[in-house]
């Protein structure tokens, strides 16, 4: 019997090392029956390559910055080749200068700030409209993104807060725009997770304490496997009519009060 994901063809971007969420997304599509591509550039290229080796199936991978228009307008040539197509997408991308957080809030420059923006808002718009002609012919699909609960102020976290504000307002006009495509676009927010993103975040371990508190489900800040699932139900077709939705995938944090 095959998996949820029998015979889908996605793009994963955002896998730098086991630890993950999209490491872990792209580990279980393929147990689900996907064939992945995963992307990465720059100096992460290589670490992307070397990871991909670490899945089930050995992936492919590709060189996509999503501030570069040259990749971006390659991109759904690139699917086409490696691929033959596209029904889902990843988005796992977030990026804030070192000013921009961690109690910088009130001195953070604007282009600091725009560099947050465009890396982990702005480029969920440009990933979207890269693929929109491929998927356009394959009859639709879906697109997912990673979140963190935008809808209160967390320490430290600062510009970067501001992007995922952005990127909530960004999923929702998405799907208002690329519905009529038969293109879901749904985000995923997860509660902490030790990931290389997590580490860049000064005071990484007060959201652990926050969570270990509040969580009903209680919370692992170790396990990616909670939010992996909830991204691979989104890019399959068991929600067939849901899109403009944040699911949490954090244990229930975002539901309880202190």
Not at 23 to 36: D, M, N, P, R, S
Request: proline share 4%; aromatic share 6%.
């Amino acid at each position: 019997m095959g998996g949820i994901l029998e015979g889908k063809r996605l793009l994963i971007t955002g896998v730098l090392t086991e630890a993950s969420i999209a490491f872990g997304v792209a580990k279980l599509a393929q147990e689900q029956g996907a064939t992945v591509l995963l992307s990465g550039f720059g100096r992460g290229l290589s670490i992307t390559t070397r990871i991909a080796g670490r899945l089930p199936s050995p992936a492919d991978v590709v060189e996509l910055d999503v501030t570069d228009t040259g990749h971006l307008d390659g991109l759904a040539h690139t699917l086409d080749e490696k691929l033959g197509g596209c029904d889902g997408v990843l988005h796992a991308i977030g990026f804030a200068p070192e000013s921009a957080l961690g109690g910088n809030f009130m001195s953070a420059s604007w282009d600091d700030v725009a560099t947050a923006v465009r890396v982990s808002t702005y480029s969920f718009a440009s990933l979207a409209r890269a693929v929109l002609p491929l998927m356009q012919d394959n009859g639709g699909g879906s697109i997912v993104g990673l979140d963190f609960d935008a809808t209160i102020a967390w320490p430290a976290y600062d510009w970067m807060g501001v992007a995922k504000a952005g990127l909530e307002s960004c999923s929702r006009y998405l799907a208002r725009e690329l519905g009529r495509h038969n293109i879901r676009v749904n985000l995923v927010a997860a509660g902490p997770l030790r990931t290389m993103a997590a580490k860049s975040i000064p005071g990484f371990e007060t959201y652990e304490g926050i969570w270990a508190d509040r969580a009903p489900l209680g919370w692992d800040v170790g396990d990616t496997e909670p939010a992996a699932k909830a991204c691979v139900a989104l890019l399959s077709d068991w929600f067939p009519a849901t899109t403009g939705e944040i699911v949490h995938a954090d244990g229930g944090v975002h539901a309880v009060g202190a």
